[in-house]
C-alpha cells in the first residue's frame, strides 16, 4: 500500500484523530497520541515530505532565529541525547533532518500521508466525525480533527499584474525550488525586508550581478550573534538541559534570554545605553527583553528604537540608505522583529540598491522588468519575501464546515473566534495547534507547540474517560476569550503597527489582534485552570448514538 492509498480509507472505519499538517506540530501530536495515549492517528500533509515551513522555506540563508537548542521538542531526553546541533541558529536543511530523525526514531512515517492537500473538512453530526476530503479525491474519517497547519504557511503572493509574462524566473522565499537555483551573475530583485527577505538579502548579494531590494517598510533588526557551537559549547548545553528547559515551560516568552524586569524609564540614560550596547552583543531576538516596558510604553520604547536606529546610522554608510532602512512609523517589535547577519551591511555593496516602493509603489512586471510608478528594474529572477497570509490563511484556505454545515469562514468572516485559541464554538472536535487566540507568534512556537498538545492529549482521553467525547466550546467561553485576547492587546504597543498580527498583512482581512498577548506563562496557567475546573467552557457529552 502506497502512502497516498491510506487516506482512501472509508468514512466507515474512522481514526480516532486526524491531523492536518506534519510540521513541528503534527509530529509531535502523532507521537503523543499515538503511541502515549494508544489513539489511531493518521497525518495529513500536502508537501512531498514532512516537515511544515521548514519542507518549504528552503531559500538561502533559511534558518531559526531563536537558539536551536530552544527551537526542539523537549518530550524527550532520549531524543536530546542523539542529538546535537553544529551552530546557534540552525539552517534549514539541519532543522529538517532534525525532524526527520524525529519521524525514524519514533516510526512516525507509517501514519503520515504526503502530498494530499485537504480541501475540505465536514462535521458529520449523525455519526460525530469529522469528514476530511484530499485533493486527490481521498476521504478520512475521525473523531477528532487537529489542525496542525501553522501560522506562517499559506503562502502570500502579491497580486502584481504581468507576473505570469516575465520570461525570467519568478520565485518565492516560502516555496522554494528544491533543486539549487543558480542566482550567480544574476540581476536579482527581492520584494520584502521581513525575516525571510533579511535573511536571503545578505546570502545571495555576493554571487548575483546586482540585487535590487524593493521595501515597502523597513524592519528594526538587531545582529543575530550567529555562531558555529564547539563540542565545550555542546557540553554545556548538555549539562544544563534539564534545566534550560524547564525555565523555558515557565517562562513567558519560551526563550532563554532572560526577561529583564525593570523599566527603560526607571534608569540614567548612560545606564540604559550601556545595557542596550551589553544586548545588543549579544541578545539577539531577546533584545526586545531588554527592558519590561518596551511593548507597553511608548516613550520606553523609543529608547530602543532610537538605539537601533543609531546602530543602523552606523553600519551603513550612505545616510539616505540608512534613513529608508530606519524604521519610523510603528514601535520597535510591534511588528515581529528580525534578527540578521549582515543585513545592515549589504546596502554597503556597491551591487546592492535599495528601493522604496512606499514612495513608489509596485506596478506591474514585464518580460524582462519589474516597474513602480517611477522606475523600471531589468531583472532575471524576481524573488518574492513576502511572507504569509498568517494566522488565519492556513484555517481558511480549507473549506471547513462544524454543525448545521456553518463554514468557520462565516464564522470567523469578523476575524477568529475561540476559546483559549485551540476551539470555536460550533465545531466539535476540531482544534487548533497554536494559532489565533493563543501566544503562538508572541513567544517561542515550540513551547507553545508542546503545551497545546500536552493539554489536548488530556483534554480528549478525560472526555473520552468520561463517555462523553464530543468537546466543543461553548459560545459564551468562546465569547469571553476572544474579549479577554482583546483587552490584553489594548494594553500594548502592538496595536500601533500594520503588522500580520493584526491581520494587516492581507488587504480586506478583519483588523483583529490574532495571539494572545499575555505570555506562555499566563496563559499556561489559564489552560491549567481550566482544566482543574472540569474543562470549564467546554461542553463535553456523549455522541449522539450515545458512546
Ligand atoms: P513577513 O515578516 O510577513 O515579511 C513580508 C515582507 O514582504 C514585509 O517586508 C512586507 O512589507 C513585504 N510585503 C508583503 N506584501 C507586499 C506587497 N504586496 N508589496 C510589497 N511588499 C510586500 O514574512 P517573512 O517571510 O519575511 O517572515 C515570516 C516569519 O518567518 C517571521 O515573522 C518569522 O516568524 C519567521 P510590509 O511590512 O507588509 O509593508
Known amino acids: 500500500m502506497t ?20 510540521g ?5 501530536l502523532l507521537r503523543s497520541f499515538r503511541d502515549e495515549r494508544g489513539l489511531t492517528v493518521t497525518v495529513i500533509e500536502a508537501g512531498d515530505d514532512i516537515g511544515g515551513v521548514w519542507y518549504w522555506n528552503r531559500y538561502p540563508g533559511a534558518r531559526c532565529d531563536v537558539d536551536s537548542t530552544d527551537y526542539s521538542y523537549s518530550f524527550s531526553p532520549e531524543l536530546d541525547a542523539t542529538w546535537d546541533w553544529t551552530e546557534r541558529y540552525a539552517a534549514q536543511p539541519e532543522i529538517l533532518s532534525y525532524i526527520h530523525r524525529v519521524a525514524e526514531l519514533y516510526d512516525l512515517r507509517r501514519d503520515i500521508t504526503l502530498g494530499v492537500r485537504v480541501t475540505e473538512a465536514v462535521y458529520d453530526e449523525q455519526a460525530d466525525l469529522w469528514v476530511v476530503r484530499g485533493d486527490d479525491g481521498s476521504v478520512v474519517s475521525g473523531r477528532y480533527l487537529v489542525m496542525a497547519t501553522g501560522c506562517l504557511s499559506a503562502v502570500k503572493r502579491p497580486d502584481l499584474p504581468g507576473v505570469e509574462d516575465f520570461t525570467g524566473t519568478v520565485l518565492h522565499t516560502a516555496d522554494w525550488p528544491k533543486d539549487k537555483v543558480d542566482l550567480v551573475g544574476k540581476r536579482v530583485g527581492v520584494i520584502g525586508t521581513g525575516s525571510s527577505g533579511i535573511q536571503v538579502i545578505p546570502e545571495i548579494a555576493p554571487v548575483v550581478a546586482e540585487l535590487v531590494v524593493f521595501q515597502r517598510t523597513p524592519t528594526f533588526s538587531v545582529p543575530a550573534h550567529h555562531y558555529v557551537l564547539t563540542d565545550a559549547d555542546r557540553a554545556a548545553i548538555r549539562t ?4 534550560r528547559r524547564e525555565r523555558l515551560r515557565r517562562s513567558s516568552t519560551g526563550l532563554s534570554v532572560p526577561a529583564n524586569p525593570r523599566s527603560a524609564l526607571e534608569v540614567t540614560d548612560e545606564e540604559r545605553q550601556a545595557y542596550y550596547e551589553e544586548q545588543w552583543n549579544s541578545a539577539g531576538f531577546g533584545f526586545l527583553l531588554a527592558y519590561s516596558d518596551l511593548l507597553i510604553d511608548q516613550a520606553a520604547n523609543d529608547t530602543a528604537a532610537d538605539f537601533i536606529r543609531g546602530k543602523i546610522a552606523e553600519r551603513v554608510d550612505d545616510p539616505a540608505t540608512a534613513a529608508l532602512l530606519s524604521p519610523r512609523t510603528y514601535p520597535y517589535g510591534a511588528k515581529r522583529p528580525c534578527v540578521d547577519t549582515g ?15 512606499s514612495a513608489s509603489p509596485l506596478v506591474k512586471v514585464t518580460e524582462t522588468s519589474l516597474h513602480t510608478t517611477t522606475s523600471e528594474y531589468g531583472l532575471d529572477v524576481i524573488v518574492f519575501a513576502t511572507g ?10 480549507p473549506d471547513i464546515r462544524g454543525r448545521g454545515g456553518q463554514p468557520l469562514r462565516q464564522h470567523w468572516a469578523s476575524g477568529p473566534l475561540t476559546y483559549l485559541g485551540l476551539a470555536s464554538a460550533g465545531f466539535p472536535n476540531m482544534f487548533v495547534v497554536a494559532g489565533p487566540g493563543s501566544p503562538s507568534l508572541l513567544g517561542n512556537v515550540m513551547v507553545s507547540i508542546e503545551q497545546h498538545v500536552e493539554f489536548l492529549a488530556d483534554l480528549i482521553m478525560s472526555s473520552r474517560a468520561a463517555k462523553t467525547p464530543v468537546i466543543e466550546a461553548e459560545p459564551e467561553a468562546e465569547a469571553a476569550w476572544v474579549a479577554h485576547v482583546n483587552r490584553l492587546a489594548q494594553g500594548t504597543l502592538y496595536l500601533a503597527a500594520a503588522s500580520y498580527y493584526l491581520g494587516a498583512e ?8 490574532m495571539p494572545y498577548a499575555g505570555g506562555l506563562r499566563r496563559y499556561r496557567r489559564e489552560c491549567e485552570e481550566v482544566a482543574a475546573d472540569g474543562y470549564r467552557g467546554f461542553r463535553r457529552t456523549s455522541t449522539a448514538e450515545g458512546n
Open 240 to 243: 544544563e538541559l534539564p534545566a
Open 3 to 22: 502512502q497516498r492509498d491510506r487516506t482512501t480509507s472509508s468514512p466507515d472505519s474512522p481514526v480516532d484523530v486526524i491531523v492536518v499538517g506534519a
Open 388 to 397: 504569509f497570509d498568517a494566522m488565519t490563511g492556513s484555517l481558511l484556505r
Open 506 to 513: 492581507v488587504p480586506g482581512k478583519p483588523r483583529v489582534f
Open 24 to 28: 513541528f506540530a503534527g509530529l509531535a
Open 343 to 357: 543585513f545592515y551591511e549589504t546596502f554597503n555593496r556597491p551591487n546592492v540598491t535599495l528601493v522604496d516602493i
